[in-house]
């Protein structure tokens, strides 16, 4: 079969086409005729060698996969061949990921797409690796409740975007932050209640404007970096912070002063070390769930390309014109 790959770290014209062996699915597993994928900022990392968690060289990355089932492995029930499926399934570690013309995956990761579902194929291929992200940290780690007040950084952003539209499936009332009113305008799209323009006002300026300087329960940080200081500072004491991206160092004393909780997400984890793959399932759910009532979609950048062109799509995400998911189509 044809498959994008990498064969060393660096940027991203490292990216080669190459005929690889046709992948076989084992127990427990499905083979994927591929139609689509979408790229996340893990792949850009994983490809500059920034964050080693990526499949042996030459490496086909991605872990966002749509696409229709072409074989069965011994033991798998909740797929047919035909089926239409999507999930976050690979491009980690000992599983090859969705830019070629078959991917196998674990069937625990999958979701079917049903008749119901508002969303094209190809479209659903934006959604997984965010959605479970966002998932994992609101509900799993965070546990958020109905009626609280909680922060979401980045609200037009692949994770944020999608925190924005569960949370208020949940019943929170949701603050975001954003660059542009423009940004603003989606986000209030997607169900923001509070808009906060990061440029423009302070942690301590928009806290007291929004929560009486008391700050939110629940702030929720994707960005990184020195963001992570800005989501410590806005959480109110015994709050939660969630964050998907520590890579870097932080002064803790102003948490421990506020008795916060930190909670890391790190989605490759269950593929990384097969740590919690039986919880899978759950998550998978919770996703066809608010597919099935119209409750949530990706936003979706005005560029898609072609899976060849892949290179370019790195370059857009990393440049970051991008708004939303870029999607890639075979």
Sequence with gaps: MKAMVIEAFGGPEVFVEREVKTPEPAAGQVRIKVVASSVNPIETKIRSG?????????????????????????????????????????????????????????????????????????????????????????????????????????????????????????????????????????????????????????????????????????????VGRENVDRAIEATAISGRVCSINTRSTHDLSLMHAKGLTLHVIFRSIPLLYGIGMDDQPRLVSAMSEMLEHGAIRPLLDSERYSFDRVAEAHRRLESGSAVGKILLER
């Design 50 to 222: 920034l964050v080693k968690a990526g499949p042996d060289m030459p490496a086909i990355l991605n872990g966002d996969v749509a696409g229709i089932v072409d074989k069965v492995g011994p033991g798998v029930t909740s797929f047919s061949v035909g089926d239409e499926v999507f999930g976050c399934a690979g491009g980690t570690k000992g599983w090859q990921g969705a830019l070629a013309d078959f991917m196998v995956a674990d069937a625990r990761l999958l979701a079917k797409r049903t008749s119901s579902m508002t969303l094209s194929l190809v479209e659903c291929a934006a959604l997984p690796l965010v959605f479970l992200t966002a998932w994992a940290a609101l509900v799993e780690r965070a546990v958020i409740q109905a009626g609280e007040h909680v922060l979401i950084h980045a609200g037009t952003g692949g994770v944020g975007h999608v925190a924005i539209q569960i949370a208020k499936y949940l019943g929170a009332r949701v603050a975001t932050t954003v660059s542009t009113p423009e940004k603003a305008e989606r986000a209030r799209q997607l169900g923001a209640d509070d808009i906060i323009f990061y440029r423009e006002e302070s942690v301590e300026a928009y806290t007291q404007r929004l929560t009486d300087g008391a700050g939110f329960s629940l702030v929720f940080d994707t």
